[in-house]
């Protein structure tokens, strides 16, 4: 189970399906047409400045203002940016790795994740088998017979099918014994995107919550059921969720790591839910033995209990049997397929058209196999001196980081020692992993493409389960190569840059310094300040929580992130929708104090190498190619309903608001581009934690 707290430069949620042809040679025209090789991106793109705006007034669109009259999203996007560009351009050539395995395995790995692929891609199987793949799961809820059965059919239906409901279940890293691994549950089990589409009464959330049930109604006569039955159960499946998401911790209160870390025993636990039997559920989990566990929201379990014990065992059923044609409908027939596309892409996200069958096939082998994968994709699109140059990079930023504790005026000496301490012990993980994942245990076939995703299912859940109570691994990775994304790491204090990044526009090793530090650079710089963030800052140099501010400066400190939550909540990205500046609160400081960090490590090299700041390319200083270039990983564009979306459930704040509540609260960026107090993007009042 993925760590409830993983803090990311960018969240990339695009819910990719997979389709399927009956033949490989098909996957060479997915939608009736060949792949398109898309266009490399490349690092300070000229032509996408504006230069009829004012850098001063508004620098993202000076920065990005004709980027994005140029790039409007495509029918298959929700949000089209940089990071989308840079993501198209790795998914291409991890298809041309796939189509090349589907088509002429040269080893068994490739045979394996080129058969995943070819079934992926087979869609007359997938039209003419329907729902039968998913009977059985199906017929196993039907044989449901009294109450005290759930806890081994909802173990079954986790291990055996990937299907989650009513609650998550894992192994996670101790938060306060970072070298142990340890039993997790945690709430779960809503279909919607957040609690608050279910709880939020306004004119918005009431029609989605009723397009919602439109939606649910029709996967049940999908799957066989009359008219009237159809909305019996939709109606029984709200009503459970709803009352769920009444029970469910807030996302903010979640960010917390004291709000998710209680350790029980499991007595204890069946205190919580007496109706719900955890000695069948954990006994079908085929786990090694444990006598404790973090329950990390207890009143959910209250309230689930109370789900358990109040509602009919038919009720129950119609909700398990939603949850499971949910999980699949995106890989069944096109009738499941488009209905699934049309609620979740097109009426919650506004995606125009569905997203082609090769993508989304190379996307699923990519999120299912991808140290096999990745293995290969390495090998063609990472050379040794891309990591090499990454390393002097990231030994940089480390200075200029325990620069800037040095600096700071509002810290005492107690606290800096510890900070220092921390940054010591960061490691790092640059491109893939030491050791590749063994996945000669997974069942493939070439026919069977919800088999494989059953077996796959399966295959990780054994992989995770036999985790517990082992050392914790420190040269895992929760990212697949290819990858345009990097991470910090609380648990494991590291930062982690898969190889997809480490290219334009993030990284060019052709570029000026200037561009490189703006762009990689600002990543780098952010994701070691999530070590120092409001959630970061709870954990210690072992990966422990742990106390180890001073009173006087943690109070100086959330001082410091009021600032920003106040400043952050002030964003409007669509009108009537404000940003949630608690929720983008780890975020919204790790971006604030990269640049800074980012920028001091550009100024000792430009120092080290010789060269004046203001000497000019293309007919900009230093300083300014610096903030174009970062302010450029952020040029994009967003449908009207993915922001309000992401207002609810992304930490990230729109990259609008990366760009400009970044600068106007950093001087040097008002100093290089001429700037007068005042001025948006120069204001009196600022904001500086680090």
């Not at 394996?112 to 079934?119: L, P, R």
């Not at 019996?232 to 709200?238: D, H, P, Y």
């Not at 014990?309 to 909700?319: E, M, P, R, T, V």
């Amino acid at each position: 189970m993925q760590s409830l707290r993983l803090a990311s430069v960018l969240l990339l949620c695009t819910g990719f399906a997979i389709a399927q042809n009956s033949t490989i040679a098909a996957a060479d025209q997915p939608s009736g047409s060949a792949p398109v090789a898309p266009m490399a991106p490349h690092s300070f793109d000229l032509s996408a400045i504006d230069k009829t705006a004012d850098p001063c007034t508004d620098f993202f669109q000076y920065a990005c203002g004709n980027w994005r009259k140029a790039n409007p999203i495509p029918g298959d996007q929700v949000r089209w940016g940089r990071f989308n560009q840079l993501s198209e351009y790795n998914r291409y050539l991890l298809y041309l790795d796939l189509k090349k395995a589907a088509d002429a395995p040269q080893t068994p790995l490739q045979q394996k994740y080129g058969d995943f692929y070819a079934a992926c891609m087979n869609t007359d199987v997938a039209n003419q088998l329907g729902d039968k793949p998913i009977q059985p799961i199906l017929a196993h809820i039907d044989s449901l017979t009294d109450k005290k059965q759930l806890g081994l059919l909802l173990a079954h239906m986790q291990t055996d099918a990937g299907v989650p409901a009513f609650m998550r279940f894992g192994v996670e890293q101790d938060q306060k014994d970072s070298s142990k691994q340890i039993a997790d549950t945690a709430q779960g089990g809503l279909s919607l995107p957040d609690r608050d589409y279910y709880l939020e009464d306004n004119p918005h959330m009431t029609k989605i919550r009723g397009q919602y049930h439109d939606y649910v109604v029709q996967m049940f006569k999908l799957i066989g059921d009359s008219d009237d039955k159809a909305a019996a159960e939709a109606k029984s499946v709200i009503e459970i969720e709803t009352a769920l998401a009444k029970g469910s911790m807030p996302r903010v209160e979640l960010r917390n790591p004291d709000n998710v870390y209680h350790i029980m025993k499991l007595a204890e636990l069946d205190s919580l839910t007496p109706d719900f039997d955890w000695t069948a559920y954990i006994g079908a989990l085929d786990a090694p033995h444990f006598d404790t566990l973090n329950v990390a929201t207890p009143e959910y379990f209250k309230t689930l209990n109370t789900v358990i014990a109040g509602q009919s065992l038919d009720n129950i059923k119609s909700y398990l049997r939603f949850r499971t044609v949910n999980t699949f409908a995106p890989w069944l027939s096109s009738n499941f397929d488009d209905a699934n596309f049309d609620f979740f892409q097109k009426t919650l996200q506004g995606q125009a058209e569905q997203t082609a069958r090769w993508k989304r096939c190379t996307a699923l082998t990519d999120r299912t196999m991808g140290e096999a994968v990745g293995q290969d994709w390495v090998k063609e699109n990472f050379p040794p001196s891309a990591k090499e140059n990454m390393e002097k990079l990231v030994a940089a930023l480390k200075v200029a980081l325990a620069q800037d504790i040095q600096s700071l005026p509002w810290m005492s000496e107690e606290t800096r020692k510890q900070a220092e301490v921390k940054l010591d012990a960061f490691r790092q993980k640059i491109g893939y992993p030491d050791h590749w994942r063994d996945y000669s245990k997974l069942e493939v076939k070439r026919e069977d493409p919800i088999g494989n995703l059953r077996r796959a299912a399966a295959f990780h859940w054994d992989w995770e389960v036999h985790h517990l109570g082992k050392p914790v691994d420190e040269k895992e990775w929760t990212m697949t190569p290819p990858t345009v994304n990097a991470y910090y790491n609380d648990g494991l204090n590291d930062i982690n840059f898969p190889a997809g990044i480490l290219q334009p526009p993030f990284f060019d090793n052709t570029k000026d310094p200037a561009v490189n530090f703006g762009g990689i650079g600002v990543v780098i710089g952010h994701e070691m300040t999530h070590g120092f963030d409001d959630q970061g800052s709870k954990f210690d140099a072992k990966g422990n929580v742990k106390q180890w501010w001073t009173p006087t400066d943690q109070k100086e400190f959330e001082a410091r992130t009021d600032c920003e939550v106040k400043e952050y909540s002030g964003f409007e990205p669509v009108a009537g929708t404000h940003l949630n500046g608690r929720l983008t609160l780890g975020e919204n400081t790790a971006d604030n104090g990269g640049i800074r960090i980012a920028y001091q490590a550009l100024l000792s090299t430009l120092a080290s190498e010789h060269t004046s700041p203001d000497k000019k390319i293309d007919d900009y200083t230093s300083p300014q190619r610096f903030f174009i270039s970062f302010a450029q990983v952020w040029c994009e564009n967003r449908t009207d309903e993915v922001q309000r979306q992401s207002a609810k459930t992304d930490p990230h704040s729109p990259g609008q608001f990366r760009v400009n509540g970044v600068v106007q609260n950093f001087d040097e960026f008002g100093k290089a581009f001429g700037c007068h107090k005042g001025q948006p993007m120069m204001p009196d009042n600022s904001c500086r934690v680090w």
